[in-house]
């Protein structure tokens, strides 16, 4: 492993000043259930660590509010995931959560780095022989004319096409989130819609954060699309793999006629990835089998296979189909 030094911050301006001033080997520390991975890997190979656990603000979660749920970015999954609100007014939210990890995994993992989760994309993790843009830029991508089952059919370019591999962020695309973030700049506020980015011609820029911004917290309105919501995980076995297709789905009804949709997907584009002309196309109508199966067509509307990946195309279209009346039901 690359020698790194460790510090623990008191305080988050105490944090942010270290990283900042640590320069592009530094980074924030948090459950470190993916860095320490990715380290082990070499594909981070950080000079400076520094610990924002001890920051207790950060691990702070209100879900009693009117107007939002409040989630600091150091909260543990696996406490957010149990809160009683969540599961009964946002079980989209929860299950997503639930359905991302391993309890023990669950139970040292933060929101806050959940969100930046990197690909598992085996090129990506596994480095030479095999040619990585996101890993080497400018290197090529080995999985363009390699093994690409699990990669992205939406949103991927010449220069890679990595699957986002996270659940949280899914979910909360579904209900407009946004993060609060803070830096040697100041405070602001990111739409979850604008955190992460599409690969385009530099795929080793994975989000909108500056290097040295750090996450505090995540806000999600309240809204009683709540309530009729789901987060569907299909995977290659049952118990805790990535999502080979996911979808965030979330209905306001009257009767049997949906007045509003919210429809994102997972495990098939290079970020979460909101179907919004499958929203359009759900208003006004009855959610029947037929019409809950022509919105998973509408969200996958687009995807572009590639030598092994086509089969998701359907299944994304049956995923968001299926989540559609999970939902229905719970409306």
Not at 217 to 244: C, M, N, Q, W
Not at 309 to 319: D, H, P, Q, S, Y
Request: a positive charge; one cysteine or more.
């Amino acid at each position: 492993m690359h020698p790194f030094t460790y510090a623990r911050a008191e305080s988050e301006a105490a944090a942010i000043r270290a990283v900042s001033a640590g320069g592009p080997g530094a980074r924030f520390l948090a459950g470190g259930t993916t860095l320490y991975d990715l380290m082990k890997l070499g594909a981070e190979t950080p000079e400076r660590l520094v610990d924002i656990n001890a920051l207790s603000g950060l691990s702070r979660f209100d879900t009693s509010g009117p107007r939002e749920l409040v989630l600091g970015a150091g909260a543990r999954m696996s406490d957010v995931a149990a809160d009683p609100r969540l599961v009964r007014d946002y079980p989209a939210l929860s299950e997503s959560l639930w359905k991302a990890a391993s309890q023990q995994l669950r139970n040292m993992a933060s929101l806050g780095g959940n969100l930046l989760q990197r690909t598992r994309c085996a090129y990506f993790r596994n480095g030479e022989p095999f040619a990585c843009n996101k890993r080497v830029p400018g290197s090529g991508c080995a999985a363009q004319e390699g093994i690409d089952r699990g990669h992205a059919v939406l949103g991927g370019s010449e220069a890679c096409i990595a699957t986002y591999p996270g659940d949280l962020a899914v979910a909360l695309l579904a209900f407009d989130a946004a993060v609060d973030v803070a830096g040697p700049n100041g405070a602001r506020t990111i739409p979850l819609e604008a955190l992460h980015r599409e690969p385009g011609t530099t795929p080793e820029v994975e989000t909108t954060l500056a290097r040295d911004e750090m996450i505090l917290r995540i806000r999600v309105p309240a809204t009683p699309l709540g309530r009729a919501s789901t987060y569907h995980k299909i995977r290659d076995r049952e118990s805790y793999a990535f999502a080979l297709a996911s979808a965030a789905v979330a209905l306001r009804m009257e009767g049997e006629v949906v007045r509003e949709a919210r429809i994102a997907l997972g495990g098939l584009a290079t970020r979460p990835w909101r179907a919004r002309e499958a929203e359009r196309g759900l208003v006004g109508q009855r959610l029947t089998p037929e019409a809950a199966r022509a919105a998973g067509d509408a969200a996958l509307r687009g995807a572009r296979p590639g030598h092994h990946n086509a089969f998701r195309i359907e299944l994304g279209a049956r995923t968001v189909a299926d989540a559609l009346l999970i939902a229905r039901q719970r409306a």
